[in-house]
Nanobody, 115 residues
């Protein structure tokens, strides 16, 4: 069974940086797309960034130029480097992967950006 564990969240001042990690364990399957989503308090979960198995990256307009997604296939890990953070980036960040034609989600890591 696929399991995802996110880490790297925390409290940071506006303008600061954080790096999130998501490790996929117990896969046994080829991992296709790896994505990051976030959900603010009282808001719907939204797409932040994704990277395909071929390394093609996609970003939400709100984070373009500030966030960078990357993956290490040997370690089954996806990263999200977040720079120039803004208070509106606050939320729970979730990792999602596609493997064996199914979607798997992590439990999330809290990111709080103070003004």
């Amino acid at each position: 069974q696929v399991q995802l564990v996110e880490s790297g969240g925390g409290l940071v001042q506006a303008g600061g940086s954080l790096r999130l990690s998501c490790v996929v364990t117990r896969s046994g399957f080829r991992i296709d797309a790896m994505d990051w989503y976030r959900q603010g308090s009282g808001e719907q979960r939204e797409f932040v960034a994704g990277v395909s198995s071929a390394g093609v990256e996609l970003y939400a307009d709100s984070v373009k130029g500030r966030f960078t997604i990357s993956r290490d296939n040997a370690r089954n890990t996806v990263y999200l480097q977040m720079n120039s953070l803004k208070p509106e980036d606050t939320g729970v960040y979730f990792c999602k992967v596609q493997a064996n034609r199914a979607d798997y989600w992590g439990r999330g890591t809290q990111v709080t950006v103070s003004s």
